[in-house]
């Protein structure tokens, strides 16, 4: 499978290319919504923490809004950051990547990276010819 596939047009070489990097951008954003994820929750913990010294502190009602209504609540549309990260790797991130991978099994025999292994073997044919002539 290292072998870079020759029987691809430019067209497709370049559409593999494009779906490649466009899954790799969906992954970034999958960390960037984990990351994220991550954030909220310890905001949350925070809210949590508050709402026990409000309340220790005498301060009922406030420690009732954060009970009762932040905490609860969720970040989005009532819902909390972990079922955002579920289902956007669920309902997207994985059926976006499963098309990738049908695709680049029809076109390159399942073979990542079509562009830049041939990147990879041009730079090394170039190394090795500019290695030849100045011998």
Do not use: C, N
């Not at 005498?58 to 420690?63: C, F, M, R, S, V």
């Not at 399942?110 to 010819?129: A, F, I, K, L, P």
């Amino acid at each position: 499978m290292d072998d870079e596939p020759t029987d691809l047009d430019e067209t497709e070489r370049t559409a593999l290319h494009d779906l490649q990097l466009g899954i790799e951008h969906l992954h970034r954003g999958y960390g960037h919504l984990v990351a994220f994820h991550h954030e909220v929750g310890r905001g949350m913990d925070r809210l949590d923490d508050a709402r026990e010294k409000l309340r220790r502190s005498g301060h009922d009602a406030w420690a009732d809004v954060l009970r009762d209504d932040l905490l609860p609540a969720g970040a989005i549309d009532g819902r909390w950051t972990y079922e955002v990260v579920e289902s956007f790797a669920d309902e997207f991130l994985t059926p976006a990547a499963e098309f990738e991978s049908e695709v680049r099994e029809a076109l390159a025999d399942g073979r990542r990276h079509v562009t830049e292994r041939r990147q990879q073997r041009d730079w090394r044919e170039r190394s090795e010819g500019d290695r030849q002539a100045d011998r």
